[in-house]
T-cell receptor, first 115, second 114 residues
Framework: AQSVTQLGSHVSVSEGALVLLRCNYS??????LFWYVQYPNQGLQLLLKYTTGATLVKGINGFEAEFKKSETSFHLTKPSAHMSDAAEYFC?????????????FGTGTRLQVTL | ETGVTQSPTHLIKTRGQQVTLRCSSQSGHNTVSWYQQALGQGPQFIFQYYREEENGRGNFPPRFSGLQFPNYSSELNVNALELDDSALYLCASSFGQGDTGELFFGEGSRLTVL
């Protein structure tokens, strides 16, 4: 079974500081990995995804993530936080149920950005 | 391009009642997945519909059922509501069976069971 662990349910950074949100996965097959963002009272929006190829993946809003197979990690980073980045972030791994693909999500990390 | 829309946005039910949630998929998408997001948790997969048939199901009891219509819109039905069914229900559409690409999520239906 595939699973995702997000370290830190809450992360607080100052505006302009580096954002680092941690995600480790468990998978018996090469994983497809995703980061989604959820703003208050909204659905989830895809930030970026890793399927195959380049291990450093760039997404929207200046975010990027690096797939490290040796560490089973897919941490999300952004060089400089903005107030608008405050949201809930979910790491997810794609799982095949036999006929369908589903996403298995972590429990989320709430990012707070302070002045 | 029309995004994923869900209705109703909020609703309150009592234990034992039944509820139907609706979802219109994004234009051009033929696959709909439903997820349950309890407070403070990540979304959990309920089931997926492709071309009007359920083609994958998560660890949810049979009182959770669904439908997909010829226009690819979908319904989630929950019978005999329990307090633990209180959650945000998210619909996501995509193109293709077994697609591991991007899911497009609606804003969700928030269900409160009293």
């Amino acid at each position: 079974a595939q699973s995702v662990t997000q370290l830190g349910s809450h992360v607080s950074v100052s505006e302009g500081a580096l954002v680092l949100l941690r995600c480790n996965y468990s998978s018996s097959v090469p994983p497809y990995l995703f980061w989604y963002v959820q703003y208050p009272n909204q659905g989830l929006q895809l930030l970026l995804k890793y399927t195959t190829g380049a291990t450093l993946v760039k997404g929207i809003n200046g975010f990027e993530a690096e797939f490290k197979k040796s560490e089973t990690s897919f941490h999300l980073t952004k060089p400089s936080a903005h107030m608008s980045d405050a949201a809930e972030y979910f790491c997810a791994v794609s799982t095949n149920t036999g006929t369908a693909s589903k996403l298995t999500f972590g429990t989320g990390t709430r990012l707070q950005v302070t002045l | 391009e029309t995004g994923v829309t869900q209705s109703p946005t909020h609703l309150i039910k009592t234990r034992g009642q039944q509820v139907t949630l609706r979802c219109s998929s994004q234009s051009g998408h033929n696959t709909v997945s439903w997820y349950q997001q309890a407070l403070g948790q990540g979304p959990q997969f309920i089931f997926q519909y492709y071309r009007e048939e359920e083609n994958g199901r998560g660890n949810f009891p049979p009182r959770f059922s669904g439908l997909q219509f010829p226009n690819y819109s979908s319904e989630l039905n929950v019978n005999a509501l329990e307090l633990d069914d209180s959650a945000l229900y998210l619909c996501a559409s995509s193109f293709g069976q077994g697609d591991t690409g991007e899911l497009f999520f609606g804003e969700g239906s928030r269900l409160t069971v009293l």
